[in-house]
């Protein structure tokens, strides 16, 4: 009859400790892709950004030479993503093309201009930087003028920002909910072993000796929750990162690894203080009262 009660404790101890493994492994799984969403959020705005393109269209007295040197200081410049230089006849016939009409033709002359496109960096795509910097290029003694799409980039900037706001706040919400989430499971594991608890220090144990082992216990089962959690979130950069090969997921290495240093580092941090004060409650409960 013993020997049945101790099997059924065990099989029961054990139950418990895979509801928490599975409680924290799928808590810390969704952490981790609300992580790698905030991540890949500035990752995607930048991509977005860096598509915005300033056309520099050149003076028709512009030598060969002054254009290029004027391509090579762009390309030299901190706010350059890209250059290209666009000629004025490619330009006429590629807009024949699309429209269908030869105009160069019909009025006898090219009226378009050489232009180079300018692509920046994302961190210089705002309205204020864009203005200035197209103040400063018209200055240019081979620049005739510079045209961009400042309504587009101030509804970039404007929707962009507010898009990475919320999906900051979400990441932050769901990272809370996830840490109740952990705490109750580890209460719960702990409430079962309360009678336990009781009975050591009514044998005379003190309060650090009879947190340790939960304590101990809790943290292993922790990592093994977060281990389980980095291989789901692994997988799943693999597929997003196979079918969406744009958002480039694996070239930030070092962004990759804080996340799943966090990961452990949450479920280790969690583990531990909830389990010190799971188990300091039932130590300062009175015999009478754990029932």
Do not use: C, H
């Not at 795509?125 to 309504?151: F, G, H, M």
């Not at 939960?214 to 943290?219: D, E, K, M, R």
């Not at 693999?238 to 958002?247: C, D, V």
């Amino acid at each position: 009859m013993a020997a049945s009660f101790e099997t059924y404790q065990k099989r029961r101890l054990r139950s418990s400790y895979i509801s928490v493994v599975i409680s924290i492994s799928m808590v810390l799984f969704m952490v981790g892709i609300f992580g790698l969403l905030v991540i890949n959020t500035k990752k995607g705005s930048d991509i977005i950004k860096e598509k915005v393109t300033l056309s520099l269209f050149l003076k028709n007295s512009a030598s060969q030479e002054s254009i290029k040197k004027l391509q090579k200081d762009l390309e030299k410049s901190t706010y350059t993503k890209s250059v290209s230089y666009i000629n004025k006849s490619d330009a006429a016939k590629e807009l024949a093309d699309a429209t269908g009409e030869d105009f160069v033709e019909f009025l006898g002359y090219n009226p378009l201009q050489n232009a180079i496109n300018l692509r920046l960096k994302a961190a210089f795509v705002t309205t204020e930087r864009v203005d200035s910097l197209a103040t400063i290029l018209k200055q240019i003694s081979s620049v005739d003028d510079v045209n961009y799409d400042k309504p587009l980039i101030k509804m970039l900037t404007n929707n962009l920002s507010k898009i990475s706001f919320w999906i900051l706040v979400l990441s932050v919400f769901f990272t809370l909910i996830s840490i109740l989430i952990i705490n109750s499971s580890i209460r719960l594991s702990i409430y079962s072993k309360r009678f336990t608890i009781k009975t050591m220090q009514m044998a005379g144990a003190t309060k650090d000796f009879i947190r340790r082992p939960f304590i101990l216990q809790s943290i292993k089962l922790g990592l093994i929750g977060a281990f389980i959690a980095n291989f789901g979130l692994s997988i799943s950069i693999y597929y997003i990162n196979k079918n969406l090969p744009i958002l480039n997921l694996l070239d930030d290495k070092f962004l990759l690894f804080l996340l799943y240093l966090g990961i452990f580092a949450l479920s280790v941090f969690m583990s531990w203080i909830s389990t010190f004060f799971a188990a300091q409650r039932f130590l300062n409960l009175r015999t009478n009262d754990i029932y």
